[in-house]
């Protein structure tokens, strides 16, 4: 199992930005797909983006164009760099890892909050 670790998140004002980090264990974090989700209050979690060991990117529709996931492996994290947030985006948000032998993200962080003000 992989251990995750979100951190980053805050109180921010509509069309701020804020900066997510997920540092994960192991010595083969370069062969990690690592996800972020999130979960609004009295809303299901919810996928918003993920990057493949290849580094292939994916997004959600209502985040698509503001948001972007990145890694650095050499740090065993990722990043989600939040731009033009909006209350919708209020959420905790989850950092999740998925091993290149597994079929879903089965290692998930504890969620930091984020909280976007009008």
């Known amino acids: 199992q992989v251990h995750v670790v979100e951190s980053g998140g805050g109180l921010v004002q509509a069309g701020g930005s804020l900066r997510l980090s997920c540092a994960a264990s192991?010595?083969?974090?370069?062969?990690?797909?690592m996800g972020w989700f999130r979960q609004a209050p009295g809303k299901e979690r919810e996928f918003v983006a993920s990057?493949?060991?290849?580094?292939?990117?994916y997004y959600s529709d209502s985040v698509k164009g503001r948001f972007t996931i990145s890694r650095d492996n050499a740090k065993n994290t990722v990043y989600l760099q939040m731009n033009s947030l909006q209350p919708e985006d209020t959420a905790v948000y989850y950092c999740?890892?998925?091993?290149?032998?597994?079929?879903?993200?089965?290692?998930w962080g504890q969620g930091t909050q984020v909280t976007v003000s009008s």
């Open positions: 990057i493949s060991w290849t580094r292939l990117t």
């Open positions: 999740a890892a998925k091993l290149r032998s597994e079929a879903a993200f089965s290692s």
């Open positions: 192991g010595r083969t974090f370069s062969t990690y797909s």
